[in-house]
């Protein structure tokens, strides 16, 4: 693969026509390897806070800033990662394969979890060799506030994009009321989408749907 | 060659069975690495969930620190390519799955059926981080200028995580 070559997500491109349904052009950037690989090394330098803080600065690094990836594939990589477990390896997974193929999948999540591995060594090794962890503890708990402020803005983008009727508003709140109590987020969507079946007559109450935001979320929508 | 062998085995055994799964691992992991192979103290088992925990990486870093620990760089190397390597080639397998089966209506139905449900589970981990993050007012302070500045004012969350980097160092916050 070329070192220059750049890719971008472009809907239409790989026979979407096909499936009869007409995206917004919502997808227009474009990166090379390099570039991307180089976005992945600094968000697993600056994720802190792991999982959703680490989606967070995805989603507003290729989703929203680089427009590589539309909100609704970013939402599916991410729900797809989620039955694997460590679902923000496997958004970068997901990233770096549909941008690049096998090899960008596969680059992208050393990239992104290369950071924390030089880290832990070197943690490793001050803790193995004084018996102490470093002050990096306070740091880190500054740091609290403002991912739990990331990813508050990462969901309320994503929602905007992604919740577009009352009905997918309802099942996003109950999402939500159930992950806060803690059940398995496998269950959480399979059971979204059996409550999106039997509320919908089979098809899609609480879809995304390409069709304009809901007026009310829009009022809200980027300036 | 001996102790890189036995820490990727091991780790490649844990890494097939839970994929390189969250949290399930913690116990999964203590079961081998502290009561059956004699690895790690529990002690040391439990600072090293601490210093996973530091990093912007899964839990499953963990590894890493049990790597170093029986064979130093080598060994921190190994078990995290061992732990991963499964986790890492079913994932792959999906992503290409899904750029085959994307046009697919069915699919992408279901896809697009539980796309709120995500979002719902993304206010989720904000809403459970909220106690640990935001216990005095100096914290749900700079949550709030936080949020502002990320969503109104666009800052770089590297800025931002600065900031609460600073705040924290200095010992303002929380």
């Known amino acids: 693969m070329a070192a220059g070559e750049r890719r971008s997500w472009v809907p239409g491109s790989e026979g979407e026509a096909s499936a009869g349904l007409v995206h917004e052009p919502e997808v227009a950037g474009s990166i090379s390897l390099g570039r991307l690989l180089v976005a992945f090394l600094k968000i697993g330098s600056i994720g802190f806070g792991g999982g959703m803080a680490v989606i967070a600065l995805m989603e507003q690094e ?37 941008l690049f193929g096998l090899l960008g999948g596969l680059l992208c999540v050393i990239a992104f979890l290369a950071p924390s591995v030089v880290l832990v060594i070197a943690l490793s090794y001050l803790y193995f060799e004084y018996h102490s962890i470093p002050a990096l503890q306070g740091i880190v708990a500054g740091l609290g506030p403002v991912v739990i402020a990331l990813i508050f803005s990462a969901g309320w983008s994503i929602a905007r994009n992604v919740v577009r009727t009352p009905a997918a508003l309802v099942v996003a709140a109950v999402a939500a009321a159930a992950g806060i109590a803690r059940l398995n987020s496998i269950w959480v969507l399979l059971a979204a989408r059996a409550a999106g079946l039997l509320l919908g007559r089979g098809d899609d109450a609480a879809a995304s749907t390409p069709v304009r935001p809901h007026p009310r979320l829009s009022l809200l929508s980027r300036r | 060659m001996g102790p890189l062998f036995g820490v990727a085995a091991t780790f490649l055994k844990i890494g097939f069975v839970f994929f390189g799964g969250g949290v399930v691992l913690v116990p999964v992991l203590h079961q081998h690495l502290v009561t059956d192979l004699h690895w790690l103290t529990s002690r040391e088992f439990l600072d090293g969930v601490a210093i ?8 499953a870093v963990l590894a890493t620190f049990a790597g170093y620990r029986v064979a130093s760089v080598g060994g921190a ?85 600065g900031i609460g980097a600073a705040t924290g160092y200095l010992g303002v916050c929380p």
């Open chain 1, 62 to 98: 290729f989703a929203r800033k680089r427009r590589l990836i539309s909100e609704d594939e970013f939402v599916h990589g991410v729900a797809l990662g989620q039955i694997l477990g460590p679902f923000a390896a496997n958004a970068a997974i997901f990233i770096g394969y549909r």
């Open chain 2, 52 to 59: 996973s925990n530091l990093t912007p990486g899964p839990i």
């Open chain 2, 77 to 161: 190397l190994a078990a995290t390519v061992a732990l991963f390597a499964p986790g890492v080639a079913l994932m792959l397998m999906i992503s290409h799955q899904y750029a085959r089966l994307r046009d697919d209506h069915r699919a992408k139905r279901f896809l697009n059926g539980i796309n709120p449900a995500v979002t719902g589970l993304i206010f989720a981990a904000a809403v459970l981080l909220g106690p640990a993050g935001l216990a005095s007012w100096r914290g749900l302070l700079l949550s709030g200028v936080s949020f502002l500045l990320l969503t109104r004012f666009r800052w770089h969350p590297a800025f931002v995580l």
